[in-house]
T-cell receptor
Framework: EPEVTQTPSHQVTQMGQEVILRCVPI?????FYWYRQILGQKVEFLVS????????KSEIFDDQFSVERPDGSNFTLKIRSTKLEDSAMYFC?????????????FGSGTQLSVL | DAKTTQPPSMDCAEGRAANLPCNHS???????VYWYRQIHSQGPQYIIH???NNETNEMASLIITEDRKSSTLILPHATLRDTAVYYC???????????FGGGTRLMVKP
């Protein structure tokens, strides 16, 4: 089965530092997502991205966050100045299209620890 | 998207069928029922989805009531590796995202 690939699997950073989380969605997919999960809590939607622009974003996705598709394969999430509360597992996901009978595929996640 | 209600936890004996219920009484006609699971802190894994008819694949069966207000995910022969949190999600046709609730923590016991 096709896979969404995320790197790194673990990222440790100091508070206030910038981090970039990377994802390679499935090759023919067009819709890309970031979700996060704080330890012990629900999986929360952050942002969706289509046609090189943000489609939807949640309240969590404030000015500290940005997403980019710098080339034809990568999809990145940047956190400009990390805070302790940004510590979470971040999941990338992709759809070919969000239409009927399509599955949203998730990557295995990046565990971000902010110290 | 319609809200779903699931029991927070369930146990199942290894080798037995696990029946996970989901209530979605406010579901509308164009909303699909999706099931995902999450093992430890891994990425959510797609299991199955349906609109009106019952569905079966290599992982599970999905039974949707005739009024579509509830559904049941069936794992026919649960194994220890099926221990996970199972999420029932309803999604508008061509809706842009999936919204996760609290899910059901299924513990498969030897």
């Amino acid at each position: 089965e096709p896979e969404v690939t995320q790197t790194p699997s673990h990222q440790v950073t100091q508070m206030g530092q910038e981090v970039i989380l990377r994802c390679v969605p499935i090759s023919n997919h067009l819709y890309f997502y970031w979700y996060r999960q704080i330890l012990g809590q629900k999986v929360e939607f952050l942002v969706s991205f289509y046609n090189n622009e943000i489609s939807e974003k949640s309240e969590i996705f404030d000015d500290q966050f940005s997403v980019e598709r710098p080339d034809g394969s990568n999809f990145t999430l940047k956190i400009r100045s990390t805070k302790l509360e940004d510590s979470a597992m971040y999941f990338c996901a992709s759809f070919r299209t969000p239409a009927t009978n399509e599955k949203l595929f998730f990557g295995s996640g990046t565990q971000l620890s902010v110290l | 998207d319609a809200k779903t209600t699931q029991p927070p936890s369930m146990d199942c004996a290894e080798g037995r069928a696990a029946n996970l219920p989901c209530n979605h009484s406010t579901i509308s006609g164009n909303e699909y029922v999706y099931w995902y699971r999450q093992i430890h802190s891994q990425g959510p894994q797609y299991i199955i989805h349906g609109l009106k008819n019952n569905e079966t694949n290599e992982m599970a069966s999905l039974i949707i009531t005739e009024d579509r207000k509830s559904s049941t995910l069936i794992l026919p022969h649960a194994t220890l590796r099926d221990t996970a949190v199972y999420y029932c999600i309803v999604r508008v046709d061509a809706g842009n995202m999936l919204t996760f609730g609290g899910g059901t923590r299924l513990m498969v016991k030897p």
